[in-house]
């Protein structure tokens, strides 16, 4: 394995490719008592057209097929994994995002028991006509609880109110319509493709011996085949590069009203040289303007326009990038209005080097202090390896990071043309 260094954390993480594929991070800290263990695959509810393996042919699959194939996962033949895992003392979850489908579990106990466990249910898919019309009906109520959450729906009204054609704007959990087209078949097809272990990556964290769950995964892995895969193409549709819609309203049963600013990012942001610094400042910048201490949340306060803090969301990936901040409020259109024109604002006022050392140095702290987080530090690690980063960098980026830099930056993330607001208002109004 190769031994790789972390700056300025002092310790030291391991990292081996195996014959098959499978990208495994070992992260062994004697000192804490608890192991996290994260099994994922590059694989996300935006993955809906892409070539099957061993065909050379696009095909296209029913909406939030990522993740009823998450939820399938742990049914076997001969009964529920989370028993397993709840044997050993392990708790044990999984989650489908837009990029990702991720099976994991902590434990103080059994360690390697419960590593043994993940690597085999998920790669050991089974799916029958039955089973598989069975679940249906519980996604269903999962579809139809979530479009009763005023925030789930602003979240997602405001995606689809910047994305016109690409699949992030579909719900990660698809439409009841769309799960009930999927068949068995599907889910083998899907499993085929994206579950093969050169998608994917095992990243284990805490008390454990190095050597010991190296050979583990290792003899793991030599037990089982895998047909060779060649590299999977995905299609995300075209895109432009302004928002889909400047303004989106949704009525809802709802006392209280909702509004989301979202901010759509430009493909040329999203490269793999200039991700991990705009993630970066972008981060600063929402926590220096929007976080309950930062510029703008007193004004907003004191106007009336937001009820507690606001919701601050960021995500950038290779194919969509966007940046959101939201609240409950009484007066949404004002409240959308006023956030618009602060980032207006924002391009036009330059950082001021006082503002900019402070951040810098809050950011660094908190860097620091995610390192002593198992669960943030691995899904960090992962986030940024299937996009081909190396997360250790992180460090690097943030002490080289100029004021010029940031303002250079803000000068080119704020466009009115790739801005839009989503409102939540009640029912008759």
């Not at 050597?211 to 432009?240: T, Y």
């Not at 600063?284 to 937001?306: A, I, N, P, R, T």
């Not at 390896?385 to 303002?407: A, P, S």
Request: charged fraction near 30%; aromatic fraction near 12%.
């Amino acid at each position: 394995m190769n031994k790789l260094t972390i700056p300025r954390v002092n310790e030291h993480m391991y990292h081996e490719q195996l014959d098959n594929g499978l990208d495994v991070f070992l992260y062994p800290k004697e000192e804490v008592e608890k192991t996290f263990a994260i099994f994922s695959t590059k694989y996300g509810s935006i993955d809906q057209t892409f070539t099957p393996l061993n065909s050379s042919e696009m095909t296209t699959v029913p909406d939030g097929i990522a993740h009823f194939l998450e939820h399938k996962m742990f049914e076997k033949e001969d009964g529920d994994v989370f028993q397993h895992f709840s044997e050993r003392g392990a708790s044990a979850n999984a989650f489908t995002s837009f990029t990702q489908t991720a099976y994991l579990f902590s434990s103080t106990s059994e360690v390697k028991e419960n590593v043994e466990t993940l690597l085999d249910f998920v790669q050991d898919p089974y799916f029958t006509e039955e089973t598989v019309e069975k679940e249906k009906g519980i996604i269903e109520q999962e579809i139809k609880m979530y479009d009763d959450q005023a925030d789930w729906r602003l979240f997602f009204g405001t995606i689809g109110s910047m994305f016109e054609n690409h699949p992030v704007r579909v719900d990660i959990a698809g439409t009841v319509d769309s799960i009930y087209s999927i068949t068995h078949e599907d889910l083998y097809t899907c499993y085929e493709t994206f579950y093969h272990p050169s998608n994917m990556q095992l990243f284990v964290i805490g008390n454990f011996d190095l050597e010991e769950m190296r050979k583990l995964i290792h003899d793991n892995q030599d037990k089982k085949s895998f047909k060779a895969q060649s590299e999977i193409k995905r299609e995300f549709g075209s895109e432009k590069e302004q928002v889909y819609q400047k303004e989106e309203i949704i009525h809802m049963p709802v006392n209280t009203p909702k509004c989301m600013v979202g901010i759509k990012e430009k493909p040329d942001h999203l490269q793999r040289d200039v991700l991990l610094k705009n993630d970066l400042v972008r981060d600063m910048l929402l926590d220096l303007y929007f976080s309950k201490s930062g510029y703008y949340y007193e004004e907003l306060y004191q106007e009336g326009l937001v009820i507690e803090s606001l919701r601050l969301e960021l995500v950038l990936e290779d194919s969509f990038g966007f940046s959101a901040i939201g609240a409950s409020t009484m007066k949404p259109k004002g409240f959308g209005q006023k956030v618009k024109e602060m980032l207006l604002n924002m391009k036009e006022s330059p950082i001021e080097q006082t503002d900019f050392d402070r951040a810098k140095k809050k950011k660094y702290g908190e860097l620091l202090r995610e390192f002593n987080n198992l669960e943030g530090t691995a899904n960090n690690f992962i986030q940024y390896h299937q996009q081909g980063i190396d997360y250790r960098d992180i460090f690097e980026v943030l002490e080289n990071l100029t004021l010029d830099d940031v303002n250079q930056i803000v000068s080119e993330w704020i466009d009115e043309d790739r801005i839009s607001v989503c409102m939540i208002v009640p029912e008759g109004e």
